[in-house]
């Protein structure tokens, strides 16, 4: 399995903005796809973002969509999400997951996908 160490997150302004990053290390990064996830107290995991392995494709939640951008750098081994335009219901700890991509083109967006999980981080909008 890959390992996933997350970084970024922390408190902001509604209408402010944070970039979270995940650094993967362990297997071939460019082998596997890529998403972010949120999870509010109290509700279930949900997602949020998701890239192919060479970040040709992307996707995103309608809640979140025109807001965050989701990115890779393969010689970095690192994915990155850029929250534009915070809202206080963006308010939640955000995982990383690494799913391997035995079908290259395809963008995952279930929990259940995914086989490595990064250590989560809060995210906080004040209004």
């Known amino acids: 399995q890959v390992q996933l160490v997350q970084s970024g997150g922390g408190l902001v302004q509604a209408g402010g903005s944070l970039r979270l990053s995940c650094a993967a290390s362990?297997?071939?990064?460019?082998?596997?796809?890529m998403g972010w996830f949120r999870q509010a107290p109290g509700k279930e995991r949900d997602f949020v973002a998701t890239?192919?392995?060479?970040?040709?494709?992307?996707g995103y939640a309608d809640s979140v969509k025109g807001r965050f951008t989701i990115s890779r750098d393969n010689a970095k081994n690192t994915v990155y999400l850029q929250m534009n335009s915070l809202k206080p219901e963006d308010t939640a700890v955000y995982y990383c997951?690494?799913?391997?991509?035995?079908?290259?083109?395809?963008?995952?967006?279930?929990?259940?996908?995914?086989?490595?999980w990064g250590q989560g981080t809060q995210v906080t909008v004040s209004s």
């Open positions: 890239i192919t392995w060479s970040g040709g494709s992307t």
């Open positions: 362990g297997r071939t990064f460019s082998n596997y796809g």
């Open positions: 997951a690494a799913k391997y991509a035995y079908l290259r083109s395809t963008l995952y967006t279930a929990v259940s996908d995914y086989g490595s």
